[in-house]
């Protein structure tokens, strides 16, 4: 079948129109590996084959676009292709010769995104290792880079934590390390250590307290008087993990009472 014209598309693909008028976008390395320049020609067995070679090209074309946005690992470029409805053997092509360049590289990855990790969100070992494990990167990979990580490192970052979330506590002080407790393991910090840090922070309550026992105060007053008054009003700071001591000096204040 003979070639009868060829027509620049983008990039590095070549619109080929053929005698019984067939048009295939061809990628120009497929055109020099079979000499399509120079013979002009080809039988259907040959053409089958370069459309089966020209779909790989494809694939693996995808994917480094895929790829020059930022480093993906082996797992998200097949899901990637897998959308994109490529076939199997195509991906399995495309992939293949990424790792041979060197585009698919799980060590340069997992370190990429561990230094993003801790350069633009506040995750913690845990966190990040799970994240690398669901994009496929191998548990022993993830080790290797993770334990580089200095302790002090993960410290600091757990202080920042907390120092930025008690600027905003409306909470008594065994509420507020309950509820940071909880966001830091889920953040993916080790116990241990958030417990030694928990038990070694101060964090000044006394605002937190007097807004919480007014609106208290106030909202009870309209309904109860006297000593049920009191008493409701101490089981609701009680269960809001405020002190006896706050306790009983805030309502020493409104009533004139000593306790």
């Not at 000499?35 to 994917?63: G, Q």
């Not at 041979?100 to 990790?117: G, H, L």
């Not at 993960?154 to 008594?172: G, H, P």
Request: proline share 1%.
């Amino acid at each position: 079948m003979k070639i009868l014209e060829y027509k620049q598309c983008k990039n590095n693909i070549y619109e080929v129109t053929f005698e019984n008028g067939e048009k295939h976008k061809l990628y120009d390395d497929i055109i020099l590996k079979y000499e399509l320049l120079i013979e002009k020609k080809v039988n259907d067995k040959t053409l089958k084959k370069i459309l089966e070679e020209n779909e790989k090209m494809t694939a693996y074309y995808i994917a480094l676009k895929y790829i020059s946005i930022r480093m993906r690992s082996e797992k998200e470029i097949e899901a990637y292709l897998k959308k994109k409805n490529t076939d199997n053997a195509n991906i399995d092509y495309a992939i293949e010769r990424l790792k041979k360049e060197k585009y698919i590289n799980p060590d340069s990855y997992a370190q990429a995104y561990i230094n993003d990790a801790i350069n633009l969100s506040m995750y913690g070992p845990k966190k990040i290792e799970d994240s690398l494990l669901k994009l496929g990167i191998e548990k022993s990979t993830i080790d290797k880079y993770i334990s580089k990580i200095d302790s002090e490192v993960w410290q600091d970052r757990i202080k920042k934590i907390l120092d930025k979330k008690s600027k905003i506590n409306k909470n008594s002080a065994s509420i507020f390390k309950k509820k940071m407790f909880s966001h830091l393991t889920n953040l993916g910090y080790n116990i241990s250590m958030i417990n030694e840090l928990l038990s070694n922070f101060k964090i000044d309550t006394s605002n937190a307290f007097i807004k919480e026992a007014d609106k208290t105060w106030g909202l009870l007053e309209r309904k109860y008087s006297s000593k049920e008054l009191i008493l409701r009003f101490k089981n609701k700071m009680f269960t809001k993990g405020f002190s006896t001591e706050e306790i009983n000096s805030f309502i020493e204040k409104k009533t004139d009472k000593s306790f």
